[in-house]
């Protein structure tokens, strides 16, 4: 079955070291995203990558790098510089088109004490 | 820019209960409306979508139409079950920006 896949599903890590959420998919899609999702809140985007070997800021990439080397890969790295990074994290991919849905994994929730 | 504004919740109801969860956008062009839902613990799926003026999108029982008058694509839904409850997110997407923008979710909880 086609999809994302986002691995581990729960993560710890302690304060100051860096760490890398993997994002797979398996559906052909151009275009990736990372977003991070706290208690209660909505969804604020991390960083896009609309094909292989580029990427832009969203509204909250300080702290997070990405590469986008592969079509079906989009691994997030949240660095020692981002504040809070405990967090829900989500990936996402989408066709081109207008019309096309976003599709979800179902999220790694990190936690950093 | 584009925006996109939610009911606040939560949102409680009895079972059988008739649901409208509200959302009104901002946009320039003229964006593709979502409704995405989230259970506890998973990433958001594609509740239903329109992609033009007066489209409606509808999927297990929730319908939603995109109203370019007033801006609107408000989830409904004739009798609610338990196992509706979740976050409800909707969404615009605009081929200018390249990228989704979502309301902040409304959480509906559905009491036997």
């Known amino acids: 079955d086609g999809g994302i896949t986002q691995s581990p599903k729960y993560l710890f890590r302690k304060e100051g070291q860096n760490v890398t959420l993997s994002c797979e998919q398996n559906?052909?899609?151009?275009?990736m995203y990372w977003y991070r999702q706290d208690p209660g809140q909505g969804l604020r985007l991390i960083y896009y990558?609309?094909?292989?070997?580029?990427?832009q800021k969203g509204d909250i990439a300080e702290g997070y790098s990405v590469s986008r080397e592969k079509k079906e890969s989009f691994p997030l790295t949240v660095t020692s510089a981002q504040k809070n990074p405990t967090a829900f994290y989500l990936c996402?991919?989408?066709?081109?088109?207008?019309?096309?849905?976003?599709?979800f994994g179902n999220g790694t929730r990190l936690t950093v004490t | 820019g584009n925006s996109v504004t939610q009911m606040e919740g939560p949102v409680t109801l009895s079972e059988e209960a008739f649901l409208t969860i509200n959302c009104t956008y901002t946009?320039?062009?003229?964006?593709?409306l979502f409704w995405y839902v989230q259970y506890p613990g998973e990433g958001l799926q594609l509740l239903l979508k329109?992609?033009?003026?007066?489209d409606k999108g509808s999927n297990k029982g929730f319908e939603a139409t995109y109203r370019k008058e007033t801006t609107s694509f408000h989830l409904e839904k004739g009798s609610v079950q338990v196992s509706d409850s979740a976050v409800y997110f909707c969404?615009?997407?605009?081929?200018?920006?390249?990228?989704?923008?979502f309301g902040d979710g409304t959480t509906l909880t559905v009491k036997p």
């Open positions: 996402a991919s989408r066709s081109t088109g207008d019309n096309s849905p976003l599709h």
């Open positions: 559906l052909n899609h151009d275009a």
């Open positions: 990558s609309q094909i292989v070997n580029d990427f």
């Open positions: 946009a320039t062009g003229y964006p593709s």
């Open positions: 329109a992609t033009k003026a007066d």
């Open positions: 969404a615009l997407y605009n081929t200018n920006a390249g990228k989704s923008t």
